[in-house]
């Protein structure tokens, strides 16, 4: 009975840290990480090499300063597989881990010129789930990523207070654009502007797509004296 509690037990541990890399199966040394090298380096595609303004072609709404990504989301791939892991496994430390990565952008300054110099004048902004949502999942996984990015790039991390979510949204999939815009009109609530000021903002979320979430938080920050605001997400559908 103990030999098939600790059977169980490893394999748990070997689920939650993979001392193996997730898209390629090559053994890592380090059992943090989620990811090998190579991959990390070679295998994904970075949707916005030339750090334009924006790596989708569209326009971004008037006070947001850009939009990044990692990784161009691969429908059915490591990259989906790795988001459903963070967001509906219970696999927190994928965030942290892919958050690191994405840390390595704001540490060297690889955000085009829109940010600031000094790190110390940006602050990160996880998107926030609902407190339902968050009770249940345990943990916000933007936050998550957030957190890994924080830890690289020593850019301080916004409380959790600061900005909340005042309705749970009903999954958006099947929406249009503007009927998730408006299915969000008014959900982020900013409790503290005074944290907010003078700061440049990095909104943090797991998956880019339509824009309509961080669109409509950015829409929330915009008055409070920020510096400008920009957006950083894993991936980019
Ligand atoms: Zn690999």
């Not at 072609?57 to 990259?79: C, S, T, V």
């Not at 309509?212 to 894993?234: D, E, F, H, P």
């Amino acid at each position: 009975m103990l030999q098939l509690f600790h059977t169980f037990t490893d394999g748990l541990e070997a689920v939650l840290f993979p001392a193996t890399c997730m898209a390629c199966g090559t053994a890592i040394k380090d059992k943090k990480r989620v990811l090998c090298s190579k991959c990390v380096n070679d295998r994904f595609e970075d949707p916005n090499p030339a750090n334009r303004v924006s790596c989708t072609k569209m326009l971004l709404p008037d006070g947001i300063n850009f939009q990044d990504a990692l990784w161009r989301y691969d429908k059915e791939g490591h990259i989906q597989e790795m988001i459903r892991c963070l967001k509906y496994k219970g696999m927190s430390q994928i965030g942290t881990e892919l958050g690191k990565i994405a840390g390595k952008r704001i540490a060297e300054r690889h955000l085009g010129t829109h940010t600031p110099d000094n790190l110390q004048e940006i602050l990160l902004v996880p998107v926030p789930l609902h407190p339902a949502r968050e009770k249940k999942r345990g943990y916000n996984q933007a936050r998550m990523i957030a957190s890994g990015m924080s830890e690289i790039s020593g850019v301080d991390l916004a409380e959790n207070e600061i900005v909340v979510r005042t309705r749970n949204t009903l999954t958006q999939t099947k929406f249009s654009f503007s009927k998730r815009m408006e299915n969000l009109k008014g959900v982020f609530k900013v409790n503290h502007p005074e944290k907010l000021k003078d700061k440049f903002i990095i909104l943090v979320d797991d998956v880019f797509t339509t824009g309509s979430t961080c669109y409509s938080m950015a829409a929330s920050l915009k008055n409070t004296g920020v510096a400008g605001i920009g957006i950083l997400t894993i991936g980019i559908a």
